[in-house]
């Protein structure tokens, strides 16, 4: 099953980014292949009858899969980047942080109004990011498809806040 396998490769890196957080480390996942494509499969599976439009990747690791994605089902991918980083017109969500506040862009042409997007990350945690997300593409005229996570942390409620948005959530591993 690909969730034991995609837990088996996770390395869990303790006190980082912070005493008490318990990162999930992705990068063992990168230098497996096989099993890279074992996960673009299990998406693939689990999204085949829902239409798709255009894949939109969270800056960072929401690109990795998130490309992988899109090239395998023959949609476009765009970058949902932190402020700064991109270099042509944007559009821009502040959201609210635990400490603070961080601002994301999608570039003004990422997708036509009215095209259905499937949201990508490589973990959902508590949902913020990828809700703020989700307001953003609302608010240039987009449909929000789903969303797809190799992991979740369920203990932080992040599927709740998100379902309001859509309830076609994808968690390939749950913690």
């Known amino acids: 099953m690909i969730a034991q396998q995609i837990k088996a490769a996770i390395r869990d890196i303790p006190d980082f980014p912070k005493p008490g957080i318990i990162f ?40 990795l899969f998130g490309l992988m994605l899109a090239i395998r089902l023959g949609v476009p991918f765009v970058p949902v980047r932190k402020a700064g980083k991109l270099p042509y017109a944007i559009r821009q969500k502040v959201y609210e942080l635990e400490y603070g506040t961080a601002t994301i862009e999608l570039h003004t042409d990422a997708f036509e109004p009215g095209q259905r997007v499937l949201i990508h990350d490589d973990l959902l945690a508590t949902g913020g990011t990828v809700t703020a ?24 409620n992040g599927r709740q806040k998100i379902q309001p948005i859509s309830n076609h959530i994808i968690v390939l591993a749950d913690y």
């Open 24 to 63: 999930k480390d992705i990068t063992p996942i990168l230098k497996d292949p096989v099993l890279c494509e074992e996960i673009i499969n299990a998406f693939v599976s689990q999204l085949k009858d829902t239409p798709i439009d255009v894949i939109a990747g969270v800056e960072s690791r929401g690109f």
């Open 133 to 156: 997300a989700s307001h953003l593409i609302q608010g240039m005229g987009g449909m929000v498809a789903g969303f797809s996570f190799v992991v979740g942390l369920g203990f932080l």
